[in-house]
């Protein structure tokens, strides 16, 4: 009898242990255990960066690998020294894509991506870029002389127009041209060349722009304008450039801008 009673309660012993697990594990119970909860994201491999970090081109991160089901991420660019320490925020740069500005110049970015899920928040940071090289613009935010721009800087045909309205009739055009660089700069001194598209509807012009980034091209009327019966647009051949350096390098650019060609 005793033997049979000590059986009874041992069995009855393992069963209420067992109902303890069984419980702890569906509704949390604190007296025999706690349902895990979920963990916070950890990385299992870092942000990475592509693209080159020089003034003007894109970059564009990874969020990396992380393990514990992230639900958002948060992407925050820093600057830091050349060794990819000492790194601070750049205000607003929180997206995966960034392009660097000329305060990012002799220094290297990195990208810290922060994992969010309902336990918590992990962060994890790139590798560094290279050194972002000089940009060939001058410092400062106002007008550029064509002298102290340099390569990588490129000139930009930023604005075109003519006067007046291109009609059949039209003897001469003033093609109005505003060359930029460097973000918007207006830059003085560079030479500008325009011809015709086919070449033969109006006299080749050529310019330099003045202090505010802006040059005047005169352009009068030959033998192969209009270019047919049906011509409905004026194509217009620009190309900026620096005197001295090779026509398709350095700092130079072309664009090719049409206007509408009127009937009346």
Not at 59 to 81: E, I, K, M, Y
Not at 198 to 216: E, I, K, L, R
């Amino acid at each position: 009898m005793l033997r049979g009673h000590l059986t009874r309660t041992r069995l009855g012993f393992v069963l209420t242990i067992g109902a303890g697990l069984l419980l702890g594990a569906t509704f949390g119970l604190p007296a025999t255990g706690r349902a895990a909860a979920n963990a916070k994201p950890t990385p299992k491999a870092p942000p990475r960066i592509s693209g080159t970090a020089e003034v003007g081109l894109t970059l564009v991160a990874t969020r990396g690998t992380w393990t514990n089901n992230p639900t958002s991420f948060h992407f925050q660019w820093v600057q830091c020294d050349t060794t990819g320490s000492a790194c601070l925020a750049i205000s607003s740069a929180t997206a995966k894509i960034y392009t660097p500005t000329f305060a990012d110049v002799g220094h290297t970015l990195r990208v810290s991506v922060t994992a969010h899920n309902s336990s918590g928040s992990t962060s994890a940071s790139s590798a560094p870029t290279a050194v972002v090289p000089p940009s060939g613009c001058p410092s400062g935010t106002g007008v550029i002389s064509i002298s102290s721009l340099t390569p990588p800087a490129r000139l930009d045909i930023s604005a075109a127009s003519v006067s007046p309205a291109v009609k059949r009739s039209t003897d001469t055009i003033h093609l109005h041209f505003t060359i930029t660089a460097c973000g918007g700069r207006p830059v003085a001194g560079a030479s500008v060349f325009a011809t015709a598209i086919p070449y033969n509807q109006f006299a080749v012009g050529q310019g330099t722009t003045a202090g505010n980034g802006t040059v005047v091209l005169t352009e009068t009327r030959r033998s192969g304008f209009p270019a047919s019966r049906h011509q409905r647009l004026l194509a217009i051949f620009a190309r900026a450039w620096k005197q001295g350096e090779p026509t398709t390098a350095g700092v130079s650019s072309s664009r090719v801008v049409a206007f509408h060609l009127s009937h009346h």
